[in-house]
């Protein structure tokens, strides 16, 4: 076996554990979170402060018998689960958490990142279309239209970045913004004036690729009772949670490196992975801050907002952008 | 377009303006009570399943009329009461008497209704709610109460 | 005063009002001509007409007997006045043979003005024609007064169990209801 | 938002949502055909929680139906007992002191905010916005407390009897009302700010789930759905019971018929029972709670009576035939949910089902209530 062989065997596992561990802690993250602004203490049984609960509910989900319904498609049914936490892994492969720590920094990172989070929303549509649930199939459609239109933006705001620094490489991105916190891409320089309602469009772009409050369309518990995995139970249900908290993190990151200064430190001193763990977590704070704070949107509500308001304006942006920094 | 921009920019002012509140809230102190570990005591006029009271002899009040039982909408009291004779001094001389003795009180707590009927119709005063209400089984055996037994109990 | 009116309009129902004698309050504004016969007997059902009620006393104030076939004219009079529905329940007469089926209706405006029309139809094969052409809202009302009473409503669209399971064979509000 | 549908036969597909659904509060069900995600056909299905309570009024005395009442709807409870208490009163004649009359108005307020609070709540929760219903529960619990120290109970009540009540207020009662009515509006001003003013509510509410005047008249809607339309109706004002003509106080009525608009009734509808509270506590009279002369058997005389309340849900009415015995000789009850969903069928055609269960939220369903 050859050197680069074992090592990518290690960054995945590394990767997978990562993504475990946040998945789990998250979760409690969310329901202590969620607690305290409604005023009730959340989990608090398990251990000091809950911090066992992840591993109850593990176990609990892991000893639970994995049911297939009557009529499904039996291998789309096995298979939608991991197709949703295995891309969510392989992102973490090319995200650098520092200078020096990432697994495989590629030259097309934000391409790979944006091409395996396509592949999550099928797994939506595998899992909705798979168990033959009339609420899943609606939840599955919703959730592909909700994903392909919040792409484009995502993907404008991203080209204006890209264009301004030259590399799509995720480590060449932080860098370019290394120094103290005015060479961040969130704030504005002459050439692209516009940068903090980019990040607007991103942030808001990446709840909803990720199916997090208000854009959960795709569980809607309200109206489609759980959505596209109504059906799951046991570890397939635990494989979508994981996935969906790996997501959060992976758009975390990605918010921080594209437009936060990535690693480096607001001041301009000591940058280190410390700082950019710091970032996601502050990031992922508000997700569940927002999360528990508005109620959801409508499906064309949802739509509107995207193909009338965030494209427009990206759009519009990227053109601004593009201009300028010919005159610059 | 000044409106769909001030539309937008109402838009997220209402939610920043919801994200300060919740905000706030995440600070303030925690309202609930952690049941098992903590419990409330109920208000005096709590009402539970209900109780019979006893005199200053330790026996219970109930002259077994069978009030209660009329009163009762859902059929959830049953009593039953012996004759027993009993002497009593009366102007220098002993006499004997009949009264009617409880010899059984049941309650079941399944079908009552907590209406508090049987309390008002009560003219003796012998029944009254407890304040009990870590009532919880997976058996319906464990809601008839023997009332008598429970005085009983309560006075040992 | 609405109540007035509709009393008026509901008294043209009855071909030939007869002024009658009245007995105590309440007082019988009119009744039918077939049931002129009926009134003497004190213990039958009420003759057909239109009474004022004591208000404070019952809690409406127009009480309006009819035929079941007068049923839908007495309906439509108070569609036009702006009448909205309240509810539909039967009640059995079972010393009588008979049932009843009760009629509520009440206004949205300040001018309060509740009428009750009644209908009676034969235990044996009760049958009285819907409303729920006029007041689609009469279409549960409707399908529970069928579930308790059996009686049936012609023309109504969907006469199929509501409150009751779908195979219930039984009507629990007649008074020979056994359960 | 509607579309105009084009179906091809065979191309819909029937979706129940219940009995058991997260939507519907309970175990009702809705039978929908639907193309795609527009509903083309509803049909309600009842009777999941049918438990002939106008029966049980025919074979149990009066007053042991009153605990009966306060199982209709669990959430405003007072509200029906009280329609019960004075439905027997009126057919026998009972005259209440006015100090029981005050106590209950107040309790009904009281209890009808309780149960606004926990719509709200709920409702919002349908919207997918599940904060603001533990927010609603702290203020409905405040409201709780003091009408268990009252009661005896919390949500079930069986407080009001022929003539009165079962026991005065307490010691305590005056003044945990009295500091409740601020913080209250101060909860209010909160629910304002965090929900009612979020654009994305708006969104979801505004012009969505039309009811016309019309359809509510021809459907017998009432109480918030009906003032949602822009029909000034409250039993309370237009067809005064109790002690309710000596308050000032005002029917809130919208006229954009749609969800929003219903929304904004019951907020404002709190407002209004937090002046009613008010006003109560200033007029309170002495006096005793039971009536000094009151029959010891209630044999209300032969006849029909009928006796409408406004509840929290709307226009609640029982109508009582006696025919001179201890038990009412038929015993109906009118429940408002049940006029008011019965227009959802109606209305909801041609609406996507997220909006349609937003309707749905917005009617405030209590389903036994609809059931009996």
Redesign the interface.
């Given at each position: 076996m050859s050197l680069t062989v074992l090592n990518a065997i290690i960054a995945v596992v590394i990767a997978i554990g990562f993504a475990a561990l946040n998945a789990a802690y998250l979760v409690w993250a969310e329901r202590r979170?969620?607690?305290?602004?409604?005023?009730?203490?959340g989990p608090?049984v398990n251990g000091p402060l809950g911090l066992l609960q992840p591993l109850a509910d593990g176990a609990k989900l892991m000893t639970k018998q994995l049911m297939i319904p009557g009529g499904a498609d039996k291998a789309l049914f096995m298979v939608a689960p991991v197709l949703a936490m295995a891309p969510a892994i392989m992102s973490f492969v090319t995200i650098p958490f520092s200078d020096v720590i990432v697994a495989k920094s590629m030259d097309v990172g934000v391409l790979m990142i944006f091409a395996f989070a396509s592949l999550g929303s099928m797994s939506i549509l595998f899992a909705g279309w798979s168990s033959r649930n009339?609420?899943g199939v609606?939840a599955s459609?919703?959730a592909v239209s909700q994903a392909i239109s919040y792409e484009v933006p995502m993907l404008i705001t991203v080209i204006t970045i890209v264009m301004m620094t030259g590399s799509m490489n995720l480590h060449d991105l932080a860098v370019s913004q290394a120094g103290g916190f005015w060479h961040w891409n969130i704030i504005p320089s002459l050439a692209s004036p516009l940068m903090p309602v980019s990040f607007l469009i991103f942030f808001i772009c990446s709840l909803a690729e990720t199916n997090r409050?208000?854009f959960?369309l795709g569980e809607?518990?309200?109206?489609l009772?759980a959505g596209f995995h109504t059906e799951y139970g046991s570890m397939g249900f635990g494989l979508f949670f994981m996935g969906e908290y790996a997501n959060i993190v992976i758009g975390a990151s990605l918010i921080t490196i594209l437009f936060l200064g990535g690693w480096g430190c607001p001041f301009g001193l000591f940058p280190s992975v410390f700082w950019f763990l710091l970032k996601i977590y502050l990031l992922i704070a508000t997700f569940i801050?927002?999360r528990?704070?508005?109620?959801?949107?409508?499906?064309?509500?949802l739509l509107n907002l995207s193909w009338k308001?965030l494209i427009p304006i990206s759009l519009f942006n990227l053109l601004l952008t593009a201009g300028l920094l010919k005159v610059f | 377009m000044g409106a769909y921009f001030s539309e937008i920019f109402r838009g997220l002012q209402s939610l920043a303006i919801g994200m300060g509140i919740t905000f706030r809230e995440f600070f303030k102190p925690v309202v609930t009570v952690s049941y098992p570990m903590e419990t409330l005591k109920m208000s005096a006029r709590y009402r539970g399943h209900i109780e019979l009271v006893e005199d200053e002899k330790g026996q219970p009040k109930c002259v077994a009329c069978g009030m209660c039982q009329r009163a009762c909408p859902s059929g959830c009291i049953s009593l039953a009461s012996e004759s027993v004779e009993y002497e009593v001094e009366e102007k220098g001389e002993t006499k004997t008497k009949k009264k009617k003795v409880l010899t059984k009180y049941n309650l079941n707590f399944t079908t009552c209704s907590l209406c508090g009927q049987c309390v008002e119709n009560c003219s003796f005063g012998a029944i009254d709610f407890s304040k009990e209400y870590n009532l919880a089984s997976s058996r319906k055996e464990d809601f008839h109460f023997d009332l008598l037994q429970r005085l009983k109990e309560r006075n040992s | 005063m609405i109540k007035d009116t509709i009393k008026k309009a509901l008294q043209e129902l009855f071909p030939v009002p007869e002024p009658v004698v009245a007995e105590t309050p309440p007082t019988e504004a009119a009744e039918g001509e077939e049931t002129k016969a009926k009134k003497t007997v004190k213990e039958g059902p009420r003759v057909n007409g239109v009474i004022e009620r004591d208000y404070n006393a019952c809690g409406y104030h127009l009480d309006a007997q009819v035929d079941p076939g007068e049923l839908l004219a007495a309906v439509l009079i108070l569609d036009k006045a702006g009448f909205f529905i309240e509810s539909i329940t039967g009640v059995d007469w079972i010393k009588e043979d008979q049932l009843e089926v009760i009629y509520d209706f009440s206004r949205y405006d300040f001018d309060l003005c509740r009428v009750v029309i009644r209908t009676r139809t034969p235990r044996t094969a009760p049958k009285v024609p819907t409303i729920s052409k006029i007041f689609s809202g009469a279409n549960w009302h409707e399908r529970e007064t069928h579930d308790f009473f059996g009686i049936k409503f012609e023309g109504h669209p969907h006469l199929i169990p509501l409150l009751l399971p779908e195979d219930a064979d039984f009507h629990p509000l007649l008074k020979d209801f056994k359960p | 938002m509607s579309a105009p549908i084009h179906i091809q036969p065979g191309e819909t597909f029937t979706l129940n949502v219940g009995p058991q659904h997260p939507a519907t509060h309970g175990v009702l069900r809705v039978k929908l055909e639907m193309d795609g995600e527009y509903i083309v056909h509803a049909e309600t299905v009842l009777g999941y929680i049918h438990r002939m309570h106008e029966l049980m009024g025919e074979n149990r005395t009066y007053p042991q139906v009153l605990p009966n009442l306060s199982r209709l709807d669990y959430l405003g409870a007072l509200g029906y007992t009280h329609g019960h208490v004075l439905a027997v009163e009126r057919a026998s004649g009972i005259e209440v002191p006015e100090r029981a009359e005050y106590i209950r108005a107040i309790t009904v307020e009281m209890n009808r905010i309780a149960s606004h609070l926990f719509w709200f709540g709920a409702f919002v929760m349908d919207l997918g916005g599940f904060t603001p219903l533990m927010y609603a529960i702290q203020d409905r619990e405040y409201i709780l407390d003091i009408l268990e120290r009252v009661t005896g109970s919390r949500l079930t009540y069986c407080y009001y009897r022929f003539g009165g009540l079962y026991n005065d207020i307490d010691d305590e009662f005056i003044p945990a009302t009295k500091a409740f009515i601020p913080r209250m509006r101060e909860s209010l001003k909160k629910y304002d700010a965090l929900v009612t003013g979020n654009i994305i509510l708006q969104k979801r509410l505004k012009d969505i789930g039309p009811l016309s005047k019309e359809l509510c008249r021809k459907y017998g809607a009432t109480g918030p759905v009906a003032r949602g339309s822009g029909i000034d109706f409250d039993v309370r004002k237009n067809e005064p019971y109790s002690v309710y003509p000596e308050f000032d106080f005002d029917i809130p009525v919208y006229h954009e018929c749609d969800s929003f608009a219903r929304y904004k009734v019951r907020m404002d509808e709190m407002e209004q029972s937090l002046r009613i509270i008010e006003q109560g506590l200033e007029k309170l009279p002495d006096g005793p709670i039971m009536p000094a002369k009151k029959p010891k058997l209630i044999k209300p005389p032969a006849g029909d009576y009928y006796q409408a309340v406004e509840t929290a849900r709307g226009s609640f009415g029982i109508r009582i035939v006696s025919d001179g015995g201890k038990n009412a000789y038929r015993f109906k009850l009118r429940s408002p949910t049940y006029s008011n969903m019965h227009l959802f069928d109606e209305a909801c055609e041609g609406m996507l089902i997220m909006d349609a269960l937003a309707l749905m939220g917005s009617l405030d369903l209590v389903i036994p209530e609809i059931d009996r």
């Open positions: 979170g969620a607690g305290r602004i409604q005023r009730r203490p608090n009339k609420y609606m459609v919703r409050a208000p959960d809607a518990e309200s109206e009772v801050w927002i528990w704070t508005f109620p959801r949107t409508t499906i064309y509500g308001i | - | - | -």
